[in-house]
């Protein structure tokens, strides 16, 4: 059996992790369609024998399709997978799932009513040194956790006219990196009992935030979530502190730089990354 799998999207998502990501699956997976919005002519130039759309509901109304990948601006994830559900399309969603928990909630009851799989698209569950402390943590190699910090530090000084830095829903440094870090969190520490949250727009010009720190408490443990746009030197990634050691990662996994460069799923050096110790 083959699933005909249309893209809505053709910005960094779409273009840098879901067109490699899906051409790497097995061959019973086919990009048949792909919404491209301002980019049509790009599209069409870079998906020679894929059909180009402009909008996601148009992708949608398509004959055939069996699966839709949503990866729209932020704002519009939740309108375009309940089209895509609606339309009787199982569903993979960009994060963030949705704008607000009402939203999210009517997604899932949707999906179950229709009967259509809609699962989210967490990239990060795959990154090297998170499945490394995934198995360090199953083994319990570092005994009994008493805190775990989890940071995503960049140099991006000058704001840009970009959908994710004006005002709207879905906009902001917290809905674009927040839901991999909280996904981690909850993956590996939770549930928790109460969230403190600090968030700051701190560049020259930045209308939206660009900057936070999340507590997160589990009974005396404490899981530290932070981001921010001004670390010239950005310090660890993971420091996780346990009773029989500590565990710390610098620097991004490679598996983004790799599609960015053009390269599938098993090249040389994907998925791995130095600078990980106990």
């Known amino acids: 059996m083959s699933y005909a799998v249309g893209l809505a999207g053709y910005g960094l998502a779409g273009r840098t ?26 599209a069409r130039k870079d998906l020679p024998g894929v059909r ?36 009787g399309l199982a569903v993979v969603l960009e994060k963030p799932f949705a704008s607000s928990v009402q939203e999210g909630e ?38 009994d956790i008493s805190e775990a910090e989890f940071r995503w530090e960049r140099f991006r000084p000058s704001v840009q006219d970009r959908w994710k830095e004006r005002p709207g829903p879905g ?19 939770g549930p928790f ?5 600090d968030v700051a727009a701190q560049r020259p010009g930045a209308r939206v ?6 507590v997160l408490r589990g009974g005396s443990r404490r899981i530290i979530l932070h981001a921010g746009c001004l670390a010239p030197d950005p310090g660890h990634h993971y420091r996780i502190h346990g009773s029989l050691g500590s565990f710390r990662t610098f620097g991004e ?5 790799h599609l960015r460069a053009g390269d599938l799923p098993g090249c040389p050096g994907w998925g791995t990354m130095p600078g990980a110790g106990l």
């Open 17 to 42: 992790f879901h067109i490699p990501l899906l051409r790497s699956l097995p061959r019973e997976y086919e990009l048949s369609a792909v919404a491209a919005g301002s980019r049509c002519e790009e």
């Open 52 to 87: 180009i759309v402009r909008t996601a509901e148009e992708l949608f109304r398509l004959p055939g399709l069996d699966l839709a990948v949503v990866a729209t601006p932020s704002g519009l994830h939740a309108a375009h997978a309940r089209a895509a559900l609606e339309a």
């Open 106 to 143: 009517t997604l899932v009851r949707l999906s179950e009513s229709c009967g259509k799989p809609l699962q989210i698209f967490h990239n990060r569950r795959w990154d090297a040194d998170f499945r490394t402390l995934e198995r360090i943590l199953k083994d319990r190699g570092l005994g």
């Open 171 to 189: 906009s902001g440094l917290l809905w674009d990196l927040g839901p991999h870090l909280f996904d981690q969190a909850l993956r590996l520490f």
């Open 193 to 197: 009992e109460w969230v403190l949250a």
């Open 209 to 214: 935030d660009d900057w936070f720190h999340v």
């Open 253 to 257: 996994d490679g598996q983004e730089a």
